[in-house]
């Protein structure tokens, strides 16, 4: 895990269209966000490249804030375009080469008129971006020696109940219930099952299976999130000719699978070594799993052009010349 005493943390906060310091971001106590969890966020990387820092599918992880946000019937009356060019400002000021980025959109609290209650409409929309730099979300280590996770006991939550495809602060309730199980049974991370007893995703990464050389995830749907990661690891199989098949998986087929591994901002591209004590193929990452990290990390440095030359890195030092480019 990532050592909090090293961080770096960048001294301004976007906060409604300005800019203060770190100190300075706080809220009230009775916040409708703290009190009834209602808020959406992003989590995105911006990485160091030859050309200064780069951020990573930037413009589609600011319009997932966005359909997060009207899902739950927020407005934050800021446009993508805008939540865009204050994380290009705040990464430019805070002089990081490389950091993890969370923009936050949640329901305040009016200390002039103050409402308490469940309903959420009388509480203003607060937008805030933060920034600070974050190591490998697993450990250093995981990325090649990967990781021993465990099936959790808890469900994932359902389309009919939280809508999983919002990126909201709630969903992540279910989340820290299946990150401590794991954690507390010696594993360092949990897969999720459905409703169904199908897999679903792990406590904030989507997952994949590799078998015979195809690689199989479950589609987007009841209890997955739309992740960005997991988009882009489907375009660069297909580009490498590997097959990707999404379908409903078995918990059973996570045990007899050639390689498993997660997917996710923070986590990157997290090879899978056990799963309930099960070695995972060889026990340590496959080919197929390389390879992938192989061309992901190419792209976000920099190296190599996305596949079917997507704009995937926006570069901070270029950004102020309208210059959103392929990496």
């Not at 099960?278 to 190296?303: H, N, S, Y």
């Amino acid at each position: 895990m990532a050592d909090v005493s090293t961080m770096k943390i960048a001294p301004k906060v976007w906060k409604n269209g300005e800019f203060i310091n770190w100190d300075d971001a706080r809220v009230h106590v009775m916040t409708h966000a703290i009190n009834y969890g209602s808020s959406v966020f992003e989590g995105i990387r911006a990485y160091e490249t030859e050309r200064g820092p780069a951020v990573f599918r930037l413009n589609d992880h600011m319009q997932r804030l966005l359909n997060s946000a009207k899902i739950y019937r927020m407005d934050p009356k800021f446009t993508r375009e805008q939540f865009c060019d204050a994380t290009v400002e705040l990464i430019r000021q805070s002089d990081l080469e490389h950091c993890y980025i969370r923009p936050l959109v949640f329901r305040g609290l009016d200390e002039a008129k103050p409402a308490f209650g469940v309903n959420p409409f009388p509480n203003p929309i607060e937008s805030y971006i933060a920034i600070w730099q974050w190591g490998k979300y697993l450990g250093e280590e995981a990325i090649e020696a990967g990781i021993d996770v465990c099936v959790s006991s808890w469900t994932r939550i359902t389309s009919n109940s939280m809508p999983a495809m919002a990126k909201a602060g709630a969903n992540y309730m279910n989340s820290q219930l299946i990150k401590m199980e794991a954690l507390l049974g010696g594993f360092s991370e949990g897969i999720a099952l459905d409703d169904r007893g199908m897999v679903s995703e792990g406590s904030g990464e989507n997952i994949f299976l590799v078998n015979g050389g195809k690689i199989y995830t479950p589609p987007l749907g009841a209890s997955v999130l739309p992740g960005i990661t997991r988009d882009s690891v489907i375009h660069i199989a297909r580009e490498l000719g590997i097959e990707v098949i999404e379908t409903t998986v078995q918990r059973a087929a996570l045990y007899l699978a050639d390689e498993v591994f997660f997917t996710g901002t923070a986590a990157e591209i997290t090879p899978i070594r056990s799963i309930d004590r099960i070695t995972v193929g060889p026990g340590k990452r496959g080919d197929v799993t390389k390879r992938l990290q192989e061309e992901f990390f190419k792209i976000i440095e920099a190296k190599r052009l996305a596949p079917n030359g997507a704009e995937w890195l926006t570069f901070v030092n270029e950004a102020g010349e309208k210059k959103t480019a392929v990496a």
